[in-house]
Each structure stands twice: as C-alpha cells, then as structure tokens.
C-alpha cells in the first residue's frame, strides 16, 4: 500500500483510470483490514432504525429521569416548591393542631350528585370482568373503552327509577367513595388530610355515601342507606362518648340531608322511627356546603337540553367534537337519555316558583351583580354595596326571573309586548306523536312537533311555568320525579300531606326538627357569574336529535353585560346561585320561623372567590368554586374549628360578600 | 426480514464500486461500456445517493457504538411492545376473556338460590390491609396509602425501615406508638386481594355476588389484626362496629340472622366476639345473653386456629415461620445474608414481637391436647402423602393400622410431636427418661443473676440482647420442649412480650367453667377456656383443608453467629428423616392445610363441642367439613379451585358452595352433615378432655 501511495505521488501524470485503480486497491486493502466493522456499521442505520434509535433514547433517559425522582428524597419538590412560592402557609390541620385542637365531635360526609363513586355488582355481557370495579369515579376508563354499555348500565330503569333488570350498579361505601372524583381532582381528600392532622380517624369519620342517581326515598327503599345512616350516626355517638356529630354534606347532599332528617323522626313504615328527639341528641350542627337547598338554574338546562355546564360533570368528559352528527356518535342524546333515568336530577329543579326566583318582571337579584367584575374578590365587606351603584348606570335591569325565553328580544322586552299561546290549550291539542325512526330513545320523539312549537311559541318561562314546561315535554320523567320531590311553598305546614316524604327535600314545605342546640350553616362561594337563566331556540336540525338548544350567539350589549352566549349569569358559586345557596339561612330559618320552629340558630359563611395565584397551587387554597371550594383553607378551618368544638358565635357569625340580605327583603316570603 | 437481505445487498454493491465516490467521471465511462453491469451502474447510483445523504450526518460519530445499539434495542422493544399493546385494546373485550370455569355461584343462580341471609366476613392475621393515618417524617406522602396488603408492596422496598418502624406497635402497651396512627383498611376492599392477583375474599365475594349479594347484606369486619383482641375495641371500636353492623343488617334484611364466615386468625378473632357481645359492659358489649341466638344462623369457620398454630411458636422464637407471617415472601434470600448489613429476620423479629395477635396463635390446650415428652395424638401418622391421599375415608382405619404394621418396620425414628421444640435430632427422637427435665424455676434462676449483665450490644434490638450468653445457652441444655414447657420457655426469653399478650390471652384448660375468674376477656379466645352462648339454633362448622404437609414441631440447634442483634437459635435445617419420614429440614410435618395442623382445626367440631359439652352447653350443632387438597391441574385455574391450603382454599368451588348453600338457608344436615376425610375423630380419642 506505500507503495501504491508513493508511485501515486511521484507519477502525478497517470490517468485518472490509474487513480481509480489505486483507490480501488486502497480500498480493497481496507476491505480486508476491517470488512466486518465497515459492513454492519453501513448495514444497520436507516430511518426506520433512527425512529428506532430515538424512541429508545427517550425512554431511556426518562427512566433514568424517573427512577432519580423516585430515588430522590421525599423532602426535594416541597424544597423546591418553596423556592418558588415562598414558604407555604400551613394547611388549616397543621395550623390548628399547633393551637392545641384534638378530636371531637364525629363527623359525617354527605357526597353530592356526580361525586360519589359506583361500582358494578350484576351487569349484562359486555360489562364481564368489571365487577366490583368502578364505573363512576375514577379513571372512567370503561367509559371510552365501551361507551354504549357503560351508558346503559348508568342507566336506570325509565319507569320506576330503579334497577333494570339484571344490572345491579351500587355505590362504593367508605372514605374512598368520594375522596377523589378522578385521579388528582380532589372533592374530599384535602378536608379528610387535615382533619386527620388534629387526630380524625376512621372511627370517628363517616362518608354517609349513597347512590346519588335514585330518588332519596329510593335509596332507602333499595340500599336502605338512611337506615344505614342512621345506625352509623348512632354507633359514632355511642362510641365517642355521646359527643353529638357535625354533619358536612356538600351539593345535592345537602338536600339529602334535609330528606334524612325528616325522615330518621318520622314514624316507620314511611321514616326511621328515631323519635321526635332523634336529631337533638344526635347532631350538634349540619355545615351546608354549597347547598342548592331552592334549586338550580342549571338543573333546567340540564333536562331541558342536556346543556348544563357541569350539572353532568359527564359533559366535560365528552369535549366538542363528540358533538358533531358526522361521527353519529349522538352522544347528546345518550347522555339525555342516561340523564333522564336519574330522579336525582329531578330534585334541584329551582323550588319556591315565582315567590323565590322573580315573575316576568321582576326578581330578587337585580340589577346587583357586576358580572363583568374580576374585582370583587378584593372587595371588603364594606364596599359591597357601593359596586352596584356605579355601575347601575350602565347596566340595565337583568330579567332573571325569566329563567328560559326563546329569542333574545324575549328575554328583555317588558312582559306586557310579548305575545303568549297558552301552553294548555296546546297541550290539549292532538296528541298525535310522529313516530322517528330513531334509534336512540328521548321523550322528545315521544310528543311531536306540536309541541315542540308550543312550547317555543310560550315564549318565556318563569320559575313557576318552568315546571309545566317539564311536564309538557318530558311528562315521565316529571311523572315519576313529582312522586318523589316537590317543588312549592306551603301555605300551611300543619296539613297532614306535608308528611309525605316527596316534601321532605324542599324546605319551603318542612319544618325543620324540634332541635335548638343545633346549628345551621351555609357555606358557599361567591364571586363567580352563575347560570341563572337562558335564551334558548329552536334547532333546525333533523329529527333525531334535541329539538331545544342554548342560543349561544345571543350577547350582552356592553363588557359588563350579565348576558354571555345565551346564559344570563348573576353571583354565585359557579353553580348554585347565591340566592338558592343563602336564603333560607338569611331569611327562611332566621329566627324562629314557621319552617323553623324551634329556632335552630342559623349562619352564613361566604368564601369570596380568588382564582390560585400560580400553577403549584392546583386548584387554589381560596376558590369559591363549588367542587374546589372544598379545597378553601378557610372553609376547612371553620369546620375543623366547629369539629373540634366550637360554636357559630365563637367562628365569628355570619360572614358575608353578597348582597343577600338585601335580596332577601325583596322576597316575600311568609314566614 | 426481507428489508434486512435488502439491506445487506445494498451494502455489498456500495463496498464494491466505492471508488465512484472518489473519481466517477471516467469510471462512470467504463462502466458504461460494459453492457452487462447495467443494473450494477443503477445500483451505483442508487448507492451514491446514500452516499451523499449519509455525508451530512457525518457530524456525529460514525460508529456504531454499544450505546446506540442499547438505544435501537429499546426503542425497537418499546414500540412493538406499544403496537401489541394497541392492538391488544382494539380487539373486543369479549375476544379477550380467558373462558373462565363458571363458578359455583353461576350453577347455583340457576338452581334458584337467591341472597337469604346476611353474610360477614372475619379475616385473618395479615391478609388485612392496613394504612397510614398519622406517621413519621420518613412517611411522607403515603397519607391514607396502604402500607400492608391491597396493592402494591412496593413501598416496602422503597424505604423498609421506615416501614418496618410504622408496622410495629408500642412494646410496652400493644397499642400505638408515639406519633404513628396504622389503621385497618374498612370495607370489602381491606381483604379482596392480598397483593394484585392474589386473591383472599375476591372469589368467594364473586361468587356471593352472583346469587344477590352486595353491600348491603355482605359486611367484611375488617380489624387491625396487629392487636390483641380486646384492644381493637380499645383503641378502634371494633367490636361495637361489628355489633352495629350485624344488628343493622339484621334489621334492615328482614329480620334474617346473619352467617358469619371468619378466616384463620378470625376464627378465633369471632369467638372473642361472640363472648364479648353477651357480656354486660363496661368489658362487655352488653348484648344480653340472648344476643347470638337472636342474631347469628351459623358460624362458618375457615381453616380455624381454635388451639393455635405450631408455627406461631418457631415465628416468635427466631422468625423462622415459614409462612404464618408472608414477610418471608416478600424478603426472599438476598436479605438473609449478612453482606449486606440489613438483618432482616432482626427486624423482622424485633416487630412480629410488638403484635399481641401473634400470641394469640400459639398452641392452647398444653401437653393434654397437643401432647406429652412420648406421646401425641396424631402419632401413626404417615407423611406419605402421595400414597395416602388414594385411601377411602371408609377404610381410614383399616388403612392405618396397616400403615402401623408397616412403620413399625421401615420407619425407626418415631415422630414425637408433643417435643414441639427440640435441640438437636437425637434430643427429638430419645425417650423422655433419658433426656433432662425441663424445669422453667430453673430459668428464673439463671436469669435473675445474669440478665442484665451484658449490654455491650448498645441499643437492644430484641429481647435476645438482653440475655447472657449463658442463659442462651441454658435453654439449648434443656433439650425439648413440649406446649406447656413451651410457655415457659418464650417468658424467658421474651418477658416483657409475654407479660403484654398474656394480660390478653390465655392457654390453658379450664377445670371449672364456672370459676368467676373466666369472665375475664383474655380467655374468651381460647375455646377451652369459655363456654359457647346459649343459642341451640345456630350451627358451627370447621371447614378446612387436609393432605398438605404442616409445620407440627421443630428441631433447633444454636446459632453459630455470636455478635450482637443476631438471633441466637435457628431450626437445625441439616436434619433429615428417612424416606417417608415426618422430619424434613428440622421440621416434623403432619396432617393439616400447609398452616394449621388437623387437630388445631378439627378438635373442637370433632369432640370439644360436640354434643352436649362443658364447653357447649346449648348442645351447638357442630360440622366438619373437610376438603382434601388437590394441586391445580393446568396453569389456567391459577391458585386452583380445590386446593386445600390454608389461604388458596377460599377459592375452592366445594367450599364456596356450602357457603352459599348455607347463606341461601340451607343447614348443616342438608348440606351433608361431615365430610371427613382425615383421621381427627381417632385423633380426637386419643386426647384425655374431660367434657
């Protein structure tokens, strides 16, 4: 090969011919010195090997990266997160326990709708391999891996309300029904942590969990779950030596509470036959949190078009493009379908009719909320009740009475321009369905077009007619939900009917016991817009689908307009109105009342809402939100603090952002 | 496969005419000329293109390295192991389903049984979860995780100290420690699964299930099995939980009285329970003496330590249980050595011995029941269980009195059982004349002179450091040990540990019922120290299973480590028995289900309750319903469905029937009365009980 190389440098003149036969020795000569290496290495690499090259690289490094962090100590991301955040506030257990608080009081869980889990028990073919595995709560995994068959055994049986044949889906029972919603969103785990900080344990915590799709006179009559409410209340009691329970119930829960309560004194067969004295030795205070004890504006929407935001938490589950008819997926309908099987949701139709939420032309609220306002959560109490008055005059008067009108000009004109067919002479009209081919099954097939042009036609729908509208277009669901709820005043407590257990839930129609030592608190959040009422249409879509839909083009005129994509929002906690959530401790129970004869002392604690200051903070140590709101240090505090002992008094009383006092005289209410 | 051959082809031309690279203008000339090579000169070009693209990541190293292959080989394995695995999720669920054996639960739906009767669930020592309430700094983050049982164990690899100091109790107290609160996972959930996929509850709930059960009428009594009995109702209230709990269900299902069916150490767990409920408070629950006749049909014991477990006593002398704690799974052979500095078994030891409830398992009944120096009820027993499991119950007898004959031939070394601990092979085989007394005064002797002598161990681990070499040794002298001596063995060598339990448990014979002193609740555990309630109406049977070989008794010898923290005796491993002897690896088997031994389980149904007893005074019905242990056939039926071991026999499809069967109403007789296929009744005949 030096050779070659020399004669190469000396003999420049040689074609080219010559060169190439040099290098072809040159490279012969390499070939043999290290064939083997040069052939794989040129065998091997392509793209497909560098996809190949890289996919495993990166899992590499992130196993590496995941077994440091797993190796790293424990104390590191709480380092760093004080590196960033400065230093944390103690969460309310630690802060407390510091105090010197220890163990009370027992304390009970009540879940709200949609919070609590359920498990499957009997199901039909499709569901093989999930028993005893969640269907609702936590990872919703079946939900997208079988969606039909999970819709349907989600479902409940359209005529009684109960089990269909063969499938038995039962709540999950203990702590871990309702600690968290899905993996990371929290509903009760922040509240158990710190309540465990002072010494709360499973002996002295209970999750009163039930199936939150039946009626609550149902899930006695299926699970006997307030039979089991009652005897762990009583065992809590007994084995604390006698120290009375608080009781926390949260949403829809607080409504089941109420119906507990009337129910555990009630005489069997129809009650629990605790005796008119059961919940004066049982109870030292019932902390409402985030009650919708008059109902929710959302509710209506939620049956009316499966619209409601977060009513169903299921509508986050199923994003936008699950919408479209090119996928024929229909999700809509199936969730109204699904939705429409749960009597539960039945039981936060807004109550009190026109007395409680406005007429036409009038409601409680106003013109009072700012709703454009982002401000409010740095206002005092003292300057509450200045915010309106600037702003009055750019605002106009809000209808919120008029929970649902068809077209935005509806919705303000002055009731005496708008032009109404009354709904019963067109209900008495044919009744001639035009029988769909559709596969999926919802009510509205079931009435026609007709009435689908009635109903429209009406125009606006107060409070009270929202429930002949219900019944107009959905009459099974109200048929089998009115047996189990109702949703008016009562003009005379005393009446004998007023013991049937369908009044139980609505506090306008209960007393509530003979109890004076206990306490009545409404916990809630204040300072988001809330859904109070809408501006629906007409779709023009085929037949198969919801004849009804949010107007979401209709706008306010100006920023701070209450009027955004067709909802109409005014103060509230994201979900329950102000109103719904404040007024029967305001004004309804105040003092001794008819609906409180004893006078059970009542207090109202609002959590002004601050969105969290950064990203570490998750869901916020100061929300008002009404699921994140369990996460409010200050609401923990107050519980743990009542937990530990305390009284209203000693918390400081009533605690108040809104304007619900005000509204409150509005309303004229008998009492 | 075919794009690699490509690629080698490829690979070959473009070695082959590299010089294009360098001068092609005129190579390109020749070649062309050469019609032949036409296809080569394609290939050229083709190679040349490669050539050029391969120019521009020359920037980074050339060669193949080591690491790049590690790379490509992960990313190749990850990404098939992804389109498999998308693949599988694509496919329908129900292609998926691997055909299980329809269960008992499916066949009995269809014969019509229904949910009757309410059932509880009692379960045993460890297979119950535990999770953190309150603990250490070390801790951190596993608020409300499980730390025992349920899912993952993984924590116990992670920070194994750590754990180890949660899991343990107060030495002094039995309860918690300062600072750390460990508490029973509630629900059916605490005692499903022990781990992922290995099933305690799960199957027998499965099928319950089938036939109507749910919430409502199916209750798992979940406890911290870490305690002494009593004490669960000290520190958590179980007992009035699990009062409530069957009042509640009582009332609630239409008056219908409620099966209990408790596992293992809940056997025990149960009757303390049923003693508790009826005794007027404050020791008692105050239920009244009607309270068991009101509410309870039947008592379905499970595998039942009513006279406690042999392997109690090895696990709390030197952590050598084989599996009544599963910490021996979970901390295989590289723990053992001492390399690593970890001891283990130490620790292991040093937190078995703060758990009252370990105590509670040791043997009761003394030399009467489990045997003297030369004598013991199971003798005649043949460890041949291949053989054995042939033989007909009908010719039980028969067959052991060939098997007699024949042992008397071929086998020499007797099995003394009643020795259930002894140093050295020949003390375990010797007749008792020519071995030394046992005397437990002379303990006390040595003991008090020299017990605090040698401290030079620094912070003492167990008890064991707390004795002289001397004394240690002193306990080897005396040979063997039979239950009674036994007792008086471990509070020598464990004071403080046997003054705790024994405020809790009891394991003598009663001489007189009657004796005011057994209203004390530490002997409502031992079934011969209590009296059953008056409740002729309820029915109790022993279901467990039998052909497995059973820890029965041991041979120890001292260990040869003498530094500090180490345990001083260990079981003599060397030590064989012949073929188709009972000794195997220092330890004498018997019949049993891999835990308990028959006569434990068996001898309360067989004689101590049977009929009209002291100890049965309503003249309870009692059955035994035994199942005969068969391996699972194919590895499809998993833990097998007629196993017979102390855990996997929950999911045998025979028991789980008769449960079922009871729970729907049926009673004892409908069922089939006994079902025995062992030798307890002859067993039981031999034991001199006065009834």
Known sequence: ?671 | MASVLRFRKLCYVESAVKCTSVGYESFEIDEKLDEKEEDVLSANNFALEINKKRKQPKRQPKEWRCLDSCCWIIGYLCTTWWLLLFCYHCLPVTLLRVPELPGPGVRLKREGLTALHPVVLVPGIVTGGLELWEGRPCADGLFRKRLWGGGSFTQIFKRPLCLLEHLSLHYETGLDPQGIRVRAVPGLVGADYFAPGYFVWAVLIENLAKIGYEGKNLHMAAYDWRLSFQNTEIRDHALTRLKSKIELMYISNGYKKVVAVPHSMGVIYFLHFLKWVETPPPMGGGGGPGWCAKHIKAVMNIGPAFLGVPKAVSNLFSAEGKDVSYIRAMAPGVFDSEILGLQTFERVMRMARTWDSIVSLLPKGGEVIWGNMDRSPEEGHVCDFSKKSHSKTSLTTNNVNNSDVKRGFLVKDLANYGRIISFGKPASVLHSSKLPTADSKEFSRTSTSENFNNFSCGEAWTEYDEMSRQSIQNVAADKAYTTTTLLDLLRFVAPKMMRRAEAHFSHGIAENLDDPKYNHYKYWSNPLETKLSDAPDMEIYCMYGVGIQTERSYVYKLSPNSRCKSIPYQIDNSVHGEDGSCLKGGVYFADGDESVPVLSAGFMCAKGWRGRTRFNPSGIATYIREYRHKPPTSLMEGRGIESGSHVDIMGNFALIEDIMRVAAGATGDEIGGDQIHSDIIKMSERINLGL
């Open chain 1, 1 to 671: 090969m030096s050779f070659l190389r020399r004669r190469k440098g000396t003999d420049s003149s040689k074609s080219q011919n010559l060169r190439c036969n040099i290098v072809k020795e040159d490279e012969k000569n390499n070939l043999y010195e290290s064939p083997r290496k040069e052939s794989y290495n040129s065998k091997k690499w392509s793209c497909w090997d560098s996809c190949c090259w890289f996919i495993g690289f990166v899992c590499s490094v992130w196993w590496f990266l995941l077994l440091l962090y797993n190796t790293m100590p424990a104390s590191i991301p709480q380092y760093v997160t004080e590196a960033i955040t400065g230093p944390l506030t103690d969460p309310p257990g630690v802060k407390l326990r510091k105090e010197g608080l220890t163990v009370n009081h027992p304390v009970v869980f009540v879940p709200g709708i949609v919070t609590g889990g359920l498990e499957l028990w009997e199901g039909h073919q499709c569901a093989e391999g999930l028993f005893r595995k969640r269907l609702w709560g936590g990872s919703f995994g079946e939900l997208y891996k079988r969606p039909l068959c999970w819709a349907q055994h989600m479902s409940l049986d359209n005529e009684t309300g109960l089990d269909p044949p063969g499938i038995r889906v039962r709540p999950v029972s203990g702590l871990v029904a309702a600690d968290y919603f899905a993996a990371g969103y929290f509903v009760w785990a922040v509240l158990i942590a710190n309540l465990a900080q002072i010494g709360y344990e499973e002996k002295t915590m209970y999750m009163a969990a039930y199936d939150w799709r039946l009626s609550f006179q149902n899930t006695e009559v299926r699970d006997q779950t307030l039979s089991r409410i009652k005897s762990n209340i009583e065992l809590m009691v007994a084995t604390n030596g006698g120290k009375k329970v608080v009781v926390i119930p949260h949403s829809m829960g607080v409504l089941y509470f109420l119906h507990f309560m009337k129910w555990v004194e009630a005489p069997p067969p129809m009650g629990g036959g605790g005796g008119s004295e059961w919940c004066a030795k049982h109870i030292k205070a019932v902390m409402n949190i985030g009650g919708p004890f008059l109902g929710v504006p959302k509710s209506v929407s939620g049956l009316f078009s499966v619209e409601a935001r977060d009513i169903a938490i299921a509508r986050t589950f199923a994003p936008g493009f699950l919408d479209k008819d090119v996928f024929g997926l229909q999700t809509f309908q199936h969730l109204m379908r699904m939705t429409r099987t749960w009597d539960s949701t039945v039981s936060m139709i807004p109550k009190g009719g026109e007395t409680i939420w406005g007429g036409l032309d009038w409601s409680p609220e106003g013109s009072s909320f700012n709703c454009g306002a982002k401000t409010l959560r740095n206002n005092s109490i003292n300057n509450t009740d200045q915010i309106p008055n600037i702003n009055l005059a750019n605002m106009k008067n809000v209808n919120y009475g008029r929970i649902i009108s068809f077209g935005k000009d509806v919705a303000e004109a002055h009731s005496s321009k708008i032009e109404r067919v009354d709904l019963l002479d067109s209900m008495k009209a044919d009744m001639l369905a035009n029988l769909t081919n559709c596969d999926i099954w919802i009510e509205y097939h079931d009435i026609g077009d007709h009435r689908i042009k009635a109903a429209a036609d009406y125009k606006v729908y107060t409070a009270g007619s929202i429930l002949d509208l219900l019944h107009f277009v959905s009459p099974k669901l109200m048929a089998r939900g009115g047996a189990h709820f109702s949703y008016g005043i009562a003009d005379n407590l005393d009446d004998p009917k007023y013991q049937h257990y369908k009044y139980w839930s609505n506090p306008l129609e209960t007393k509530l016991p003979d109890a004076p030592d206990m306490e009545i608190y409404s916990m809630y959040g204040v300072g988001i817009p809330t859904e109070r009422a809408y501006v629906y249409k007409v779709t023009t879509a085929t037949d198969c689908s919801i004849p009804f839909q949010i107007d979401t083009s209709v706008e306010g005129g100006s920023e701070d307009s209450c009027l955004k994509g067709g909802v109409f929002s005014a103060d509230g906690d994201e979900t329950v109105p102000v109103l719904s959530a404040g007024l029967m401790a305001a004004k309804g129970w105040r003092g001794k009342t008819r609906f409180n004869p004893s006078g059970i002392p009542t207090y109202i604690r609002e959590y002004s809402h601050a969105p969290p200051a950064n990203l570490l903070e998750g869901r916020g140590t100061q929300s008002g939100a009404h699921v994140d709101i369990m996460g409010n240090f200050a609401l923990i505090e107050d519980i743990i603090r009542v937990a530990a002992g305390a009284t209203g008094k000693e918390l400081g009383g009533d605690h108040v952002y809104s304007d619900i006092f005000k509204w409150a005289e509005r309303i004229n209410l008998q009492l």
